[in-house]
């Protein structure tokens, strides 16, 4: 099962994607469960605030109508109102998300929380951040104080929401309002896991595909970063600005593995050119990752060149698939081969044009509503999704047309280097077998096989016979040793055998199988009998000798030896009847 897989991968991915959809379903059904459970009321704190911008008082009191505009470094918020709120339990809590801020949360100037605070004083980056604050049994009557202080430029364009509820009731209904969004990264993360859980096989079934790796990336890293840009990986840990390291990451290392997907399915300049493309990107990532390192630049500041080079790179796939369309056959391959690229056109399209119409959203959301905090990416979700969707659609039908390829590829090679009457290797694929040996394998062995008397069964019953003797021969020794690196016709009557690593230990067995079989094959053969003449070296047995010409050489000595030193046997048990 394993080789059939590792034969054709793209059973594997259609499984996968199988697979993927079911736990989708399954995780939407249990979603359906958790929002039919029954909630306490979530409220927004959004009306009766005093609200303070750099020490002066903004004329609105209520959060979404402030417009705060490009909110530079080191300018700062401070938010006042009193705790009136009805129907909250006593165990109540406040939520919010800290957009690059350093956040100071205080209940009539008593400090009780801060988030970004130590960061901030660092010079290092403060993240976008999921703010839990416990309220203490006391809060109703108590005058709340949220201080925010920017960390980056533009760091945020609007204020709020400000959350308070039960803590079950805050994450639920955060987790509700990204529900969409959180199912279509799961299905990419399962999807990408799964199909990267498959690669160790494949390499040790001798049969790494980039194309499949690098299709299981894109999807993983489309996951990652959608669960990123949601701050849902915040739910999982505690570990401080996590989110949006791996937010990040995932944006900046898209082009990388879209350009290694290409650079496997592409060929000739094209895939040279895309190979470039990856170098570079491994370049770009790491001269990101270093400046963030050594706080000279923070990683959030290369957001417009992450934009720039995904475009720019996905430039030439795209031209060369406009010019080829004009150059393919119209066979059904070529048509497929067609399509192929066209699915995968169309998806970055949807991916590109999901983009650009959620930025557009965001950019006019920032400049005109000041609502930052609740904008959401839904085109660019469901971009990623479909991207990710033809990705795996162009490897699966790639995949086809080069089977198809392979398989014509192959028929000619086996044509080219196959004895037509044996079906064994034939002289030309065992000289460049052995030409090779030296370097491919550090031990080997190497039997040199004459079978007796063929001459004289075409001299007396015909070529006919003696091309049933030989192939009957070519048989036995196929199945004798089905391990053998390679199994060959010289010419005439002359055949040979190599084994490598440990099989050259079981030579000795896999000869008396032999024998065996020929005494099996003699018994129901009435015009002649199988026998041979068996000479064998091994590489290093003498020194110097390591080549795999060289060895063969001394193992045909050997049989010529032991040929010389049999008595020759009968091998004819009558006479045809022509003859009588």
Same mark, same amino acid.
């Given at each position: ?8 991968p ?16 399954a995780?939407?059904f ?8 029954e ?26 109508k ?7 470094k ?10 009136t ?6 165990s ?10 350093a ?7 008593e ?36 201080r ?14 400000f ?9 639920v ?11 279509i ?16 096989l494949?390499?040790r ?10 299709s299981?990336?894109?999807t ?12 849902l990986?915040?739910l ?10 791996l937010?990040?990451i ?10 290694g ?14 190979r ?6 491994c ?12 706080n000279?630049i923070?990683?959030?500041?290369f957001l417009?060149?992450?934009y ?6 996905a430039?030439p ?26 699915v ?6 949807l ?16 400049l005109?509503?000041?609502q ?19 990705v ?5 039908l790639?995949g ?7 398989a ?5 090679q086996?044509k080219?280097?196959s ?17 090779s040996?030296?370097?491919?394998y ?10 007796d ?14 091309d049933r ?11 004798c040793?089905?391990e053998?690196a390679?199994t060959g016709r ?8 190599i ?10 067995e896999l ?15 009435d ?6 003449s068996v000479g ?8 110097g000798? +390591? ?10 000595? +050997?049989?010529?030896?032991a040929k010389?030193? +049999?008595?020759?046997?009968?091998l ?7 003859a009588?």
């Amino acid at each position: 099962m394993s080789k059939l897989l590792k034969r054709y991968p793209q059973i594997l991915q259609g499984a996968l994607y199988v697979l993927s959809v079911a736990l989708l379903t399954a995780a939407i059904f249990s979603g359906a469960l958790l929002r039919r459970k029954e909630m306490h009321p979530v409220l927004e704190l959004d009306a009766g605030w005093q609200v303070e911008r750099n020490g002066s008082l903004l004329p609105e009191d209520t959060l979404t109508k402030i417009a705060t505009g490009d909110v530079g470094k080191e300018e700062s918020f401070t938010l006042t109102r009193v705790l009136t709120e009805e129907n909250v339990w006593p165990s109540a809590a406040l939520f919010f998300r800290n957009l690059h801020t350093a956040a100071v949360v205080s209940l009539d100037d008593e400090v009780i929380y801060t988030s970004g605070t130590d960061r901030y004083a660092q010079g290092k980056m403060v993240g976008r951040l999921l703010c839990y604050v416990e309220m203490p049994a006391d809060w109703e009557g108590r005058t709340l104080t949220i201080r925010l202080t920017a960390a980056e430029n533009n760091a945020f364009y609007g204020l709020g929401p400000f959350l308070f509820g039960t803590e079950q009731d805050l994450y639920v209904h955060f987790l509700m309002e990204r529900i969409p969004a959180f199912y279509i990264a799961i299905f990419l993360l399962v999807f990408g896991v799964l199909q990267l859980f498959w690669m160790p096989l494949l390499l040790r079934e001798g049969g790494g595909n980039r194309k499949l790796l690098f299709s299981a990336l894109t999807t993983l890293v489309l996951g990652i970063y959608l669960l990123g840009y949601y701050n849902l990986f915040d739910l999982f840990t505690d570990t401080p600005g996590i989110n949006t390291m791996l937010e990040y990451i995932s944006l900046y290392a898209l082009p990388l593995v879209m350009s290694g997907y290409l650079s496997a399915v592409m060929e000739g300049r094209l895939a040279r050119l895309y190979r470039a493309f990856v170098i570079f990107d491994c370049m770009f990532l790491a001269l990101i990752l270093l400046s963030h390192a050594l706080n000279i630049i923070h990683i959030t500041s290369f957001l417009l060149a992450g934009y720039a080079v995904s475009f720019l790179e996905a430039s030439p796939f795209l031209v060369h698939s406009v010019r080829a369309r004009g150059s393919r056959g119209s066979g059904y391959f070529d048509r497929l081969e067609w399509f192929a690229d066209l699915v995968l056109e169309i998806g970055f399209f949807l991916y590109v044009i999901g983009s650009f119409t959620d930025a557009a959203i965001f950019t006019f959301i920032r400049l005109n509503g000041g609502q930052e905090a609740t904008v959401r990416v839904p085109f660019l979700t469901a971009g990623s999704l479909l991207f990710s969707v033809t990705v795996s659609a162009h490897y699966f039908l790639i995949g086809i047309v080069n089977l198809r390829t392979e398989a014509t590829s192959q028929a000619l090679q086996s044509k080219a280097y196959s004895d037509p009457l044996t079906g064994l290797s034939n002289r030309g694929e065992c000289d460049l077998v052995l030409e090779s040996l030296e370097k491919q394998y550090p031990r080997f062995l190497i039997a040199s096989l004459d079978l007796d008397h063929l001459k004289e069964v075409n001299d007396t019953y015909g070529h006919a016979e003696g091309d049933r003797m030989l192939k009957g021969f070519a048989g036995a020794l196929k199945e004798c040793f089905p391990e053998a690196a390679l199994t060959g016709r010289m010419g005439g009557d002359e055949f040979i055998v190599i084994l490598q690593g440990n099989d050259c230990d079981r030579f000795d067995e896999l000869l008396s199988a032999m024998w065996e079989k020929l005494s099996e094959m003699n018994r129901t053969e009435d015009h002649f009998q199988y026998n041979a003449s068996v000479g064998q070296a091994q590489n290093g047995e003498l020194k110097g000798l +390591r080549s795999g010409h060289d060895v063969y050489l001394l193992a045909d000595q +050997r049989m010529y030896e032991a040929k010389r030193k +049999r008595h020759e046997k009968l091998l004819f048990r009558k006479q045809p009847e022509a003859a009588v």
